[in-house]
Nanobody, 115 residues
Framework: QVQLAESGGGLVQPGGSLRLSCAAS????????MGWYRQGPGKERELVAT???????NYADSVKARFTISRDIAKNTLYLQMNSLNVEDTAVYYC?????????WGQGTQVTVSS
């Protein structure tokens, strides 16, 4: 198993930006894909963005124009750049590394968007 640890969450005003980081204890190139998920108050966990081993990315429609997923393989780190944040983005954000048969998960980092 690879341990994942998210960081970078916090309180931000609407329209502001945050960059989340996910540090892995091993090589992230071993994952078939990696992704960011989030769970807002009273909601189910939803997919935010993914990046495959070959670098292809995919985004939820609600964040496609505002968020960017990226990785630094040498640093074993996954990133999520979040711009133009709104109150609907308030959630706990989770990092995931996927294999074909299972996935590793971080413990999450809280993002709160409020005036």
């Amino acid at each position: 198993q690879v341990q994942l640890a998210e960081s970078g969450g916090g309180l931000v005003q609407p329209g502001g930006s945050l960059r989340l980081s996910c540090a892995a204890s091993g090589s992230i190139f071993g994952f078939n894909a990696m992704g960011w998920y989030r769970q807002g108050p009273g909601k189910e966990r939803e997919l935010v963005a993914t990046i495959s081993r070959n670098g292809n990315t995919n985004y939820a429609d609600s964040v496609k124009a505002r968020f960017t997923i990226s990785r630094d393989i040498a640093k074993n780190t996954l990133y999520l750049q979040m711009n133009s944040l709104n109150v609907e983005d308030t959630a706990v954000y989770y990092c995931s590394g996927r294999y074909y048969t299972y996935a590793d998960w971080g413990q999450g980092t809280q993002v709160t968007v409020s005036s």
